[in-house]
T-cell receptor
């Protein structure tokens, strides 16, 4: 079932700007993951943050996790046209090996 | 890194026929694979969990007799859409866990199969 809800649904920014998207979820989790999907393709794993972590970086990506608020954010810094894609958060709930995906945020980076 | 290969990428079939989609883990063994369906501009909907050597576990509302899943080896799972109808037209994606366990490891996805039933 779908647990994560993402905000905003769509985001349009200029190249070089930062993009921030948020994810909220409902149940206790082992970890939260972010994925990117280019149009018509499969998903690519970006970053995994465990429930005992608060912040994680990977290149131009920064992810935060607030388990008290059951929310996470993904920040893409210095965006590029190639970052244009849909971004999904996915939660790995405790005692459930299936990932639950959010509705996704469609990001458009204008050159 | 872990690579999942999905084939075919696109298929068009006539109503009433069956279509088989293959999902292979190329450089790792996948005891468990997941099959998703995605409608345009929507999220992924988990259809079933494919377990090597045993029956698949289907999500509520997914017809197991229509969407046949076979996981005959540690590197191959297949999804067969039987007696396809236009409403089965969709984007189907498989994935597998790349780590040693089911938890705290990312999913690796195939590139998806666009099924069009005419």
């Amino acid at each position: 079932s779908q647990q994560g809800e993402e905000d905003p649904q769509a985001l349009s920014i200029q190249e070089g700007e930062n993009a921030t998207m948020n994810c909220s979820y409902k149940t206790s989790i082992n970890n939260l993951q972010w994925y990117r999907q280019n149009s018509g393709r499969g998903l690519v794993h970006l970053i995994l943050i465990r429930s005992n972590e608060r912040e994680k970086h990977s290149g131009r990506l920064r992810v935060t996790l607030d388990t008290s608020k059951k929310s996470s954010s993904l920040l893409i810094t210095a965006s590029r046209a190639a970052d244009t894609a849909s971004y999904f958060c996915a939660t790995d709930a405790i005692n459930d090996y299936k990932l639950s995906f959010g509705a996704g945020t469609t990001v458009t980076v204008r050159a | 890194g872990a690579v999942v290969s999905q084939h075919p990428s696109r298929v068009i079939c006539k109503s009433g026929t069956s279509v088989k989609i293959e999902c292979r883990s190329l450089d790792f063994q996948a005891t468990t694979m997941f099959w998703y369906r995605q409608f345009p501009k929507q999220s992924l909907m988990l259809m079933a969990t494919s377990n090597e050597g045993s029956k698949a576990t289907y999500e509520q509302g997914v017809e197991k007799d229509k969407f046949l899943i076979n996981h005959a080896s540690l590197t191959l799972s297949t999804l067969t859409v039987t007696s396809a109808h236009p409403e089965d037209s969709s984007f189907y994606i498989c994935s597998a866990r790349g780590g040693t366990g089911l938890y705290n490891s990312p999913l690796h996805f195939g590139n998806g199969t666009r099924l069009t039933v005419t």
